[in-house]
């Protein structure tokens, strides 16, 4: 799933979000808390507590995220989350360098031929006191291979992993900055 999965339409679980996805959840500057951790435990987290979002895909998912989106946000909260395409390295001149301060990734690193253009996304994205929290299976030796690259440019700690559902969550940061998210 990607991490800002949202409800399907039919209100009976999480929406698939396909393996060719390119979905990141951001959360912009200036938000003192954009991960909604002070209310750990709240139903209301940051969107809830004012940090504005942009959710990413590829063009082709662009429709279905929106309606996600719509179907599944209270009215007074979606002008707060921006949809907005993203396919890893191209055009991404459309994103100010470092614009955000919480990057989230679910399920992202599966396919080898993406993983340069990937890291070059983070890169472009990431702040030297941004955060990224990626959510994956290790299912492959190429799914460390992916770890390994973004270990040149980041620091990269395993903060936690679900046995249950073999789910692994990593944060990231730019190397020689800040170790105390």
């Known amino acids: 799933h990607g991490p800002g999965a949202l409800r399907g339409d039919s209100g009976n679980g999480l929406a698939e979000i396909p393996q060719t996805s390119c979905h990141l959840l951001l959360c912009e500057p200036h938000d003192p808390d954009p ?18 979002v942009t959710i990413t895909d590829r063009k082709v998912a662009l429709e279905f995220l929106k309606s996600n989106v719509q179907a599944n946000l209270p009215p007074h909260i979606q002008p707060k989350a921006v949809v907005k ?30 993983f340069t253009d990937l890291l070059q996304t983070l890169e472009h994205l990431c702040s030297n006191r941004s955060v990224i929290l990626l959510a994956c299976r290790i299912r492959y030796e190429r799914d460390n291979d992916f770890l390994a690259m973004l270990e040149r440019q980041f620091t ?19 190397r020689n900055q800040r170790e105390d998210f």
Do not use: C, M
Request: aromatic share 8%.
């Open 35 to 52: 991960a909604g951790l002070e209310t750990a435990g709240s139903r209301r987290g940051g969107l809830g507590r004012g940090a504005h």
């Open 85 to 114: 395409e993203l396919t890893w390295g191209q055009n991404l001149g459309s994103y100010s360098p470092g614009e955000f301060d919480l990057i989230l990734g679910a399920d992202i690193i599966y396919l080898e031929e993406t």
């Open 156 to 174: 990269v700690t395993k903060v936690h992993y679900d046995p249950d559902k073999d789910v692994h969550i990593y944060k990231a940061q730019k």
